[in-house]
């Protein structure tokens, strides 16, 4: 075996060399060798594990976490507005200088958008992304109030002839609100900008007579949600109350 440092010819067996150089290292091979036991980091690393690895923009990844919260924040809202319509905890009284109501706080007044008719004066609109009211009034002549100032709401329903009726090709029958002052009627109808979730309404139309003029009362939802809010929708037409 040569020895790799002064070049000198020594046996086979041999581990050191006359210049008294070792000829192999660990007692077997010239060649150094590293085991699973060296203390050299990189003795056990691959190359998939000393590739090179991009590190991910940390901006981009705030910016995804405030949209998913935003999102959350959203529609937690949403939900909690929802559920204001039937939740009667979170509903409030309006009181105006003609009546009063119970409806979900929500509700917010606005300017209704469509014309009405001549007949009533509109005093109120309130509308929300779900449902809404408006109130319209109408005052007796002398002779109306000479004729339907003390009646009741039955009696009232009858000298109007108030049964069933056409609107928009349905047949609406009217009817007097079981112990209450008032006459009511629902059918679909569209309506636009009553509600933000749709022009396709349930609506339930309402009058209150007293002694001195009756009250039209519109209560509506989205028409695909009438099973859902119609309870609550007759529980706001029970707390009306004219100030006549």
């Known amino acids: 075996m040569k020895c790799m440092y002064c070049g000198r010819d020594n046996p086979d067996d041999a581990t050191f060399c006359e210049c008294g150089r070792p000829l192999r290292l660990g007692?077997?091979?010239s060649t150094p060798s590293y085991t699973s036991t060296d203390t050299s980091p990189f003795a056990s690393q691959t190359l998939a594990d000393v590739?090179?690895?991009k590190p991910i923009p940390k901006a981009p990844l705030l910016l995804l976490l405030?949209?998913?919260?935003?999102v959350g924040?959203?529609?937690?809202?949403?939900?909690?507005s929802d559920k204001k319509i039937t939740d009667e905890g979170s509903w409030e009284t309006i009181s105006k200088p003609?009546?009063?109501?119970?409806?979900?706080s929500s509700f917010k007044e606005g300017d209704m958008l469509t014309v009405g008719n001549s007949v009533e004066v509109l005093l109120d609109f309130y509308t929300s992304r779900l449902a809404g009211f408006d109130v319209s009034k109408r005052e007796?002549?002398?002779?109306?109030?000479?004729?339907?100032?003390?009646?009741?709401?039955?009696?009232f329903a009858e000298a109007q002839q108030i049964r069933t009726v056409k609107i928009n090709d349905q047949e609406v029958k009217y009817?007097?609100?079981?112990?209450?002052?008032?006459i009511y009627g629902e059918f679909s109808r569209h309506c636009i900008n009553y509600i933000g979730k749709t022009d396709d309404l349930w609506y339930i139309e309402a009058m209150f007579p007293t002694k001195n003029a009756y009250y039209l009362v519109n209560v509506y939802c989205?028409?695909?949600?009438?099973?859902?809010?119609?309870?609550a929708m007759m529980k706001w037409l029970d707390s009306f109350t004219p100030k006549d």
Do not use: C, N, W
């Open 98 to 104: 003609f009546y009063s109501i119970t409806v979900p």
């Open 66 to 70: 405030l949209i998913a919260v935003g």
């Open 27 to 29: 007692g077997a091979s």
């Open 51 to 53: 590739k090179y690895k």
């Open 175 to 182: 009817q007097v609100r079981e112990g209450h002052e008032y």
């Open 140 to 155: 007796y002549t002398a002779p109306e109030k000479e004729m339907y100032g003390s009646l009741t709401a039955r009696d």
């Open 73 to 80: 924040v959203f529609f937690l809202l949403r939900f909690l």
């Open 222 to 231: 989205a028409e695909e949600d009438k099973a859902q809010y119609r309870d």
